[in-house]
């Protein structure tokens, strides 16, 4: 008897087949290589031997081509080698490990705080550990993946409540027998939409059901607040939180993730998070990198002023085009240019003006498939574009659109 081939997906499933469907449209969009290069201009990178205008990294601060950062994660290679091979359980935590938790703890006012290999790891550690069977993790429809990944992994029941709606939250958590433990996740910035939660609101909903609240800050800290802290301290709402978590692949210019909050969490996230206990520490260029940063972020706030004035001014330009752009204090501006009533056609919309706003000299990035409830092309502001690049970007953004008529220049809109 023939038996059923476990490959036979990677032939059939319907969305290899969209895939294909984009290739040929010549609208795919995903992996093209990138190269920064130190020898280009600021916020320019190489694409398929082109010099290209990046508005597509998560580099709010542009510090990966800081030169203080990356003296750091040369020293500390030269001091420390180039990895921990190993747990940080066993042999894996340095020096370097110790001083930057110590360092996340007191810069997020927190009791204790936890690296991990990424953010990734991060949240499914921390979903995965702390959602037992007597528990309930509701989180934000639109909470990242690998939120919604560790809260499968854990053995929680799981509810997810309407994007930012606070009553759709508390009717989740009414009615929740008090034998049941609760954990409401959110994130700070969101990290498609660049919009901000409502982090008062969402944590008087959690006093009033006795839910903790972990907010996921990964786009936020380093970029928002008036130190640097992120969506919590710009909502001054940081006694309201009970566990923050975040990268340092945004902001902090490096690889690896963190959570802070209070001491016993920490202790048992330590020893009971899979991804903290059975994978190998962050590397000592990382860490370096990291530590450089967040110094930076505490010393020089002029970097994320410079980020929040472009990202206001980019808002501005590309509403003069037409465009609708989400209004909110954050680098990420989020723009549907796709038929909104075809999600299929707005996917190969999205992708194709990807691709011809790239041959026009500007990278932003098309987000559809499971990343984001509707195809968006997503623009990332660095400290170190400038208004001339923003301009060039709107413009081109409008020829493009003229071009493939779609956004503001779709007919009939
Ligand atoms: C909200 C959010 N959380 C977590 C992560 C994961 O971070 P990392 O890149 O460190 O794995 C991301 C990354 O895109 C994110 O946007």
Redesign the pocket.
Known sequence: MACKDVFEKTRSDSRVADLCTLQQLGAYPFCKECTPDQSLPPAEVRMHGQSVVTFGS?DYLALTRDPRVIEACMQASRRCGSGCSGSRLMNGTTELHLRLEEALADFLGRESALLYG??????LGVMSALGGPRDLIAADEY??A??VEGIRLSYARRARFRHNDLSSLAEVLEGCDPGIGRLVVI?G???MGGDLADIPGTAEVCRRYGARLFV?D??GIGVLGPGGRGAVEHASAGAAVDLI?G????AFAS???FIAGERAVIDYLRHFSAPFVFSAAMPPASLAAASAALHIIRTEPERRKRTAELSAFCRECLARHGFDTNDCPTPLIALSIGDPRDERKAAAETGLFCNTLCQAGFYVNAVFGNAAAFPILRISIMASHDQDQIEALADAMARTAERLRVGPARQGA
């Open positions: 998560n990424t953010g990734f790891q991060a949240n909470c990242h690998s939120l994130e910035v969101y990290s996921d990964a786009h978590g990268t340092f692949s945004k690889a690896g993730g």
